[in-house]
Nanobody
Framework: VQLQASGGGLVQAGGSLRLSCAAS????????MGWYRQAPGKQRELVAT???????NYADSVKGRFTISRDNAKNTVGLQMNSLKSEDTAVHYCSIFYGTNYWGKGTLVTVSS
């Protein structure tokens, strides 16, 4: 399984960005797609996950601001990020758990205050 993410960039505080990620390879059955992020000097942390049955989990820090969604037919996952804050600045990683964890290359989100 390979993951290709896109959509990072520079945005002012209060602005919005949308991240997208496509998984390639044979994916059949239960899986969990999601987004994680790693800020400079910090550990990688959960942002949001969504199962193939559309069960969603958000980090408390993004609830009410971010929305995760997926298209099971296309094996894609998106993250709509609104009301961005400077503390959202991080490299964001797409992931899929399908028997094991797979990771995409990160995409940098920079929020200027």
């Amino acid at each position: 399984v390979q993951l290709q993410a896109s959509g990072g960039g520079l945005v002012q505080a209060g602005g919005s960005l949308r991240l997208s990620c496509a998984a390639s390879g044979s994916i059949v059955g239960f899986n969990v797609m999601g987004w994680y992020r790693q800020a400079p000097g910090k550990q990688r942390e959960l942002v949001a996950t969504i199962t193939s049955g559309d069960t969603i989990n958000y980090a408390d820090s993004v609830k009410g601001r971010f929305t995760i969604s997926r298209d099971n037919a296309k094996n894609t996952v998106g993250l709509q990020m609104n009301s961005l804050k400077s503390e959202d600045t991080a490299v964001h990683y797409c992931s899929i758990f399908y028997g094991t964890n797979y990771w995409g290359k990160g995409t940098l989100v920079t929020v200027s205050s």
